[in-house]
């Protein structure tokens, strides 16, 4: 035991003489440094004509030709050309603050085998500088630049090429929209959403967001569809993963076959300083039409413009939500939806008997509603009648799997509601027994849904209540 914490011993004594040494040596090398000032590389931007550099596992090399860059090895790669400028304006000046004179071996330096190496050229002159090691003050990097000397220049050097290939490809944009009009989606099924206002596709107006059906259209939640909308439309590209994938590379991300493609029709966003003129005002902005396709290879999610070579990278909920739209996903949560302000009555069935409520407004733009001429108190019913939803799947309860069939079944209510409106003068809603935990609502004879038993129970109670009331007051 003694042996060996003696050997431990010894073996912390040599680890500190070591790290002692080489310390000094590091100390020894600074003090053989000069504060000379010395200009590395000295040229205007506008002159260089070729730059590489590598960066993480990259190497990358630009020629530029009549002030365009170009990739050297291919061609097809379209460039960033204000980054490849930035980069090259950034390159034009290197200096350093000290010199090493007297080298003794590159690689204390890091220079043996630089972290990077830097090219630049112009017509007349060519600079290869390697990057080894940061010094031991903050902030500034060992340098070569082949004569012999090790220079100290600003870290910041490293930044300026922090960028590998991919991080050089001319991204394509993302339009900016005013508003969107349209949105069509293909994946498993073809889902073609529109935008309109008071369009009298259905009976309420409160209604904005439609799914085209050839000549027909139906309704849409307007928060889920205004989500979807922002979601297909309010992404950025995460990342580029290929400057140019041919038919047979497409693959690789899932996209020579897109789980879905999705079409934008929009008018695009007008710019701050841009002077509207009568003639813009009366023809509106041109629709245009912004399109892509998404696909996903081992839990990876990818992009591309339709008929565009370059492939993104982008976050599985904007993937998510292209190919899961659908009908079933943004119908309307609610049974039923009007804007109280153009019913003028409401007629209600109950076991049989017929009850007609009438709606006005009093100076003070609150309901008055009667029955049989006695005002009623009848405004928590519509209430309670706004918040009864379609029945949704939970982990506690399932929605039975079939589709809703009124055959055989008894009506548990209806109410027809008179408009005064020119379409869609009178809706009705009808509420049918499926069984002890679900009714079936039917809207104008023809949207059939399940909906809760409960919430149909709580609202006929509710109306049995107030006309109880009413007969008994008078």
């Not at 498993?188 to 309420?204: F, L, Q, R, V």
């Not at 290929?242 to 079409?263: F, I, K």
């Not at 009178?426 to 679900?438: H, I, K, N, P």
């Amino acid at each position: 035991m003694k042996r060996e914490r003696k050997l431990m011993a010894l073996s912390g004594v040599l680890a500190a003489c070591a790290a002692g040494a080489f310390g000094l040596s590091r100390i020894d090398f600074e003090e053989k440094m000069t504060g000379t000032e010395t200009t590395i590389v000295d040229v205007d931007s506008a002159d260089i004509t070729y730059l590489a550099w590598n960066y993480e596992d990259s190497e990358t090399a630009f020629v530029c030709e009549d002030g365009e860059w170009s990739y050297e090895a291919d061609e097809k790669m379209a460039v960033d050309q204000e980054l490849l400028n930035e980069i090259a304006e950034n390159l034009s000046a290197i200096t350093s603050d000290k010199k090493v004179e007297e080298v003794q071996s590159l690689g204390v330096y890091g220079l043996s085998d630089p972290a990077y190496e830097i090219t630049i050229q112009t017509a007349d002159d060519a600079f290869e500088i390697a990057v080894g090691d940061e010094t031991f003050s903050d902030g500034e990097v060992y340098i070569s630049n082949g004569d012999g000397y090790v220079y100290l220049t600003d870290a910041g050097l490293i930044d300026d090429i922090s960028y590998t290939l991919l991080d050089c490809v001319q991204k394509e944009e993302i339009p900016e929209m005013e508003s969107i009009s349209e949105v069509l989606v293909e994946n498993e099924n073809s889902t073609d959403i529109i935008y309109k206002e008071n369009s009298g596709y259905c009976y309420s107006d409160a209604y904005t967001y439609y799914l085209k059906d050839g000549e027909d259209y139906r309704n849409l939640d307007n928060e889920s569809t205004e989500d979807t909308f922002a979601s297909l439309s309010e992404f950025s590209w995460e990342e580029c993963v290929d400057y140019y994938a041919d038919d047979t590379e497409l693959g690789n991300y899932g996209l020579a076959e897109p789980d879905a493609t999705v079409s934008v029709a929009y008018e695009p966003a007008k710019e701050e300083d841009a002077e509207e003129t009568e003639d813009s005002e009366e023809n509106g902005e041109e629709t245009q039409k912004f399109e892509y396709e998404v696909g996903a290879v081992d839990e990876a999610y990818y992009a591309r413009l339709t008929g565009s070579n370059i492939v993104y990278r982008i976050s599985e909920d904007l993937y998510q939500a292209a190919v899961n739209v659908s009908y079933e996903e943004l119908k309307p949560d609610e049974v039923v939806l009007l804007d109280w302000d153009t019913v003028e009555s409401i007629e209600v069935e109950l076991d049989g008997n017929v009850y007609t409520i009438g709606l006005e407004k009093d100076d003070e733009d609150a309901y008055i509603y009667t029955l049989e001429n006695e005002e009623i108190e009848f405004g928590d019913i519509l209430d309670q009648l706004s918040e009864i939803t379609i029945a949704e799947e939970t982990d506690d309860e399932d929605v039975p799997e079939t589709e809703p069939a009124l055959s055989g079944k008894r009506s548990e209510m209806s109410l027809i509601f008179h408009r005064n409106t020119e379409s869609y003068q009178t809706v009705e809603l009808e509420f049918y027994q499926y069984d002890g935990s679900y009714c079936i609502s039917v809207l104008n004879g023809e949207e059939l849904n399940y909906t809760s038993r409960t919430a149909v129970v709580d609202l006929k109670e509710a109306v049995n209540a107030v006309i109880l009331d009413s007969s008994q007051a008078e």
